[in-house]
């Protein structure tokens, strides 16, 4: 056996410095000798525990070797057979806890970095598009119609899938671009915007036809559109309605939810204002509220916008926090400030209705709850008060009810998830199947690929049997 | 693509367009709103539905030069196209049989009204309109209004048409003049609405007000228009726009419309010059 490497090939990244100041990508990627550095580390296992731990089951060593042998358009093949958005994944999957946490270097301590590998094959399949341009052959068309509602992650997988089983798929959004969660939530520089495009462009090459600006459940019914002669639909809406706190003073001007904030500034695009005409308002002293991926990402936007001071408010410790390990990181040499184990009372304001700081509690530690991280407990009187001058609210999200307030006959839970079985996404009401975030509740983007890829392989099923 | 196919300026910097979109028109109801955007680089703001037409797929939409948006608007003509139309947005007014119903309209609500009003007068309401603006130049839509209603008030602040006052004069007048008035639907500038509200509050009279916070996506994905009724903050998108004006923190209200106020500034000086330097 050749000796194994245990020197993970890092990759570069923008200095913090800089990159407070800018809106470009954070990290760089590998170039074509790192990129074939690292993948001489694998050892090829013959087992392939990494597939296994890919919610989407890529062949992780297969796509490896090919870039190890210099067979790009090889690497990219094997990807994209069962993962059409590589390009996405390979930047914002928690591969640490998935295929690299598998990886049978994971022990040592060095895991074969898949996820950076998988970026660098996406990245030069769209920068050699024009070269290879590898057709995928779509089989005849069935004549099944399928409407698939909500083009964000699970979206997107759910129409690439059903398109290339030869099925007439409409992709319908309610926003004017496609890319959901991916277009809106995620900011530039962790995911830049043309990337999503160029991977939203692929399933729309399809076939996939793209229907912006389609409030379903508002513009149309499911039970209209099964009367419009769909087959099947796949709701794919996310968790897209922001939660409170309701704490006094939480509509005070210059509180926003992190879907707000992040809306204006990725989507619309207000880092461009006055060239973009949505505007946003940015403070010298930002809170975020909460210790999730969101938070991170509206924190460090905050700070790209001009924010002197950057804080994040997270009522457990580190331990607890849900954000990803390597986001954190880049928070904290960006220079955002962690006040842990706090949480906020209430929002005090000034006469014209703005904040202008947080009254918080400490915070102790308890018994774990049921989310397995230890229960906040309230320090009584340890009341502080910290001076903002804007908060962003980061406090997790949950299902817009649109689409079940005129959908009487689908099943949905006290928490406004759609009930749908684990495995194929078919829900209560008949020729409906739902996954992702409007099942689970938020997530991760490749547990929702993983849910559209599943409905969709069920989906066809169904269709097969009903013609 | 979301074509105009008719404009019209109805008053001093108040214009129309109808504007081709079957499907919204398809499904519109009386109170429903839209969310536009002009192009790329526009910002997407809600408009009240003052018509539609589910035969001819078009809708009806009026607004009022204010700021960049609508200045940038107002510049389109027919046959130019909006990048977004999206809708129907909002829960429509409830429409009943409540007796008699006041509709007041102050300024640019006059347009949203219009349909509320015939939708209430055809399911057998009488309807006594109230229709206000600063000034004569500023009024439109009286004939259209008359049609939809029993009786018709108009009013002007400078007196240079109608009633010289405020809409809650007669307002007042009508509810302590012996007329049993069931409902009232007041539309119009917040600061209008509020002053409705406080008018018919000692009478005891339901006062549904049509908010109109700051929106972005208008489906109940930002919160950007969080409005509080009865001590509970609702989402005007997706819970509104239709409230009890009574139970409405007017304040609130009026000062989160304030947010941007020194960006919406800028933004107008920013497409003035640009639009100048073109011209």
């Not at chain 2, 500038?189 to 509200?197: E, G, H, N, V």
Request: hydrophobic share 40%; glycine share 10%; with cysteine.
């Amino acid at each position: 056996m050749a000796k194994v490497n245990l020197n993970r090939e890092p990759m570069a990244k923008q200095d913090p410095k800089t990159r407070g100041k800018n809106f470009n990508e954070v990290a760089l990627g590998y170039s074509a000798e790192q990129a074939k550095a690292e993948a001489s580390r694998c050892l090829q296992c013959p087992k392939h525990p990494c597939t296994e731990g890919c919610p989407v089951e890529i062949d992780i060593p297969g796509f490896i070797k090919a870039v190890l042998d210099d067979d790009m358009p090889e690497a990219v093949r094997i990807l994209k057979d069962k993962n059409s958005l590589p390009g996405i994944c390979g930047r914002v999957c928690p591969q640490e806890t998935q295929c690299e946490q598998a990886c049978s270097l994971a022990k040592k301590g060095a895991p074969i970095a898949i996820g950076r590998l998988e970026r660098y094959v996406a990245d030069w399949e769209r920068a050699n598009k024009g070269a290879l341009n590898p057709k995928t052959t779509l089989p005849k068309p069935t004549g099944k119609k399928v409407a698939v509602v909500g083009s964000g992650p699970a979206g997107l997988v759910a129409a690439a899938d059903l398109a290339k089983l030869g099925h007439n798929v409409t992709l319908f959004e309610a926003l004017h671009v496609a890319g959901g969660v991916l277009m809106y939530g995620i900011p530039e520089f962790r995911l830049p915007k043309e990337i999503v495009q160029a991977e939203v462009a692929y399933v729309s090459n399809l076939g996939v036809r793209i229907e912006l600006d389609s409030v379903v459940g508002k513009a149309v019914t499911l039970d209209e559109l099964l009367a419009r002669g769909y087959d099947a639909i796949f709701l794919g809406t996310g968790a897209g309605a922001p939660m409170f706190m309701n704490i006094p003073g939480e509509n005070l001007n210059g509180i926003y939810s992190a879907n707000e904030f992040l809306t204006r500034v990725n989507l619309m695009k207000a880092y461009k204002f006055p060239e973009y005409d949505t505007p946003v308002v940015v403070g010298k002293r930002v809170a975020v509220i909460g210790g999730g991926n969101v938070a991170m990402d509206s924190a460090r936007c905050a700070l790209r916008l001009g924010a002197d001071e950057v804080y994040i408010i997270y009522r457990r410790s580190e331990a607890e926090m849900p954000a990803r390990r390597e986001e954190v990181e880049n928070a904290k040499e960006e220079g955002i400030e962690f006040k842990l184990l706090t949480n906020p009372k209430r929002y005090i304001g000034n006469d014209s209705g703005w904040v202008v700081g947080i009254e918080c509690y400490e915070m102790g530690l308890g018994e774990p709850d049921e989310s397995g991280r230890r229960r906040p407990i309230v320090k009584e009187g340890s009341e502080f008060i910290l001076e903002v001058d804007m908060v962003v609210a980061a406090l997790g999200t949950r299902p817009n009810p649109l689409i079940a307030q005129t959908t009487p006959d689908l099943k949905t839970t006290r928490q406004g998830t759609v009930v749908a079985d684990e495995v194929t996404g078919k829900t209560t009401k008949d020729k409906v199947w739902a996954g992702g975030d409007i099942v689970t509740g938020a997530a991760t983007v490749i547990s929702a690929m993983g849910a559209g890829r599943r409905a969709a392989t069920d989906i066809d099923i169904y269709l097969k049997n009903h013609s | 693509m979301f074509r105009i196919i008719h404009s019209e300026t109805l008053a001093e910097k108040i214009h129309l367009f109808r504007i081709e979109a079957p499907a919204i028109a398809r499904k519109a109801q009386a109170g429903q709103f839209v969310v536009i955007r002009i192009d790329e680089r526009g910002e997407r703001i809600p408009l009240t539905l003052a018509d539609w037409d589910g035969k001819g797929g078009n809708v009806t939409l009026v607004f009022m030069e204010v700021g960049a948006t609508t200045f940038r608007l107002a510049l389109l003509k027919v046959g130019d196209s909006l990048a977004d139309l999206v809708g129907p947005l909002g829960v429509p007014t409830h429409i009943e049989r409540f007796g008699t119903v006041v509709c007041v309209a102050g300024g640019v609500g006059a347009a949203p009204i219009a349909p509320i009003a015939r939708a209430l007068k055809e399911k057998g309401n009488k309807i006594i309109t109230i229709l206000g603006a600063r000034s004569k130049n500023l009024l439109f839509w009286e004939d259209k209004l008359r049609n939809v209603s029993h009786q018709l008030i108009v009013t002007t602040d400078d007196g240079t048409y109608g009633r010289k006052g405020v809409v809650t004069e007669p307002l007042k007048d009508l509810l302590s003049g012996g007329e049993k008035v069931d409902l009232v639907i007041a539309i119009g500038p917040s600061i209008m609405m509020k002053f409705c509200s406080l008018t018919t509050k000692p009478f005891g009279v339901k006062t549904i007000v049509s908010l109109n916070p700051i929106m972005v996506d208008g489906t109940g994905m930002c919160g950007c228009c969080r409005v509080s009724v009865g001590g509970v903050t609702r989402f005007a998108c997706v819970d509104g726009p239709d409230f009890d004006g009574h139970q409405v923190d007017w304040d609130l209200l009026l000062a989160r419309q304030r947010t941007y106020l020194s960006q919406e500034k800028r933004s107008f000086e920013h497409w003035q010059a640009k639009i100048g330097k073109c011209s």
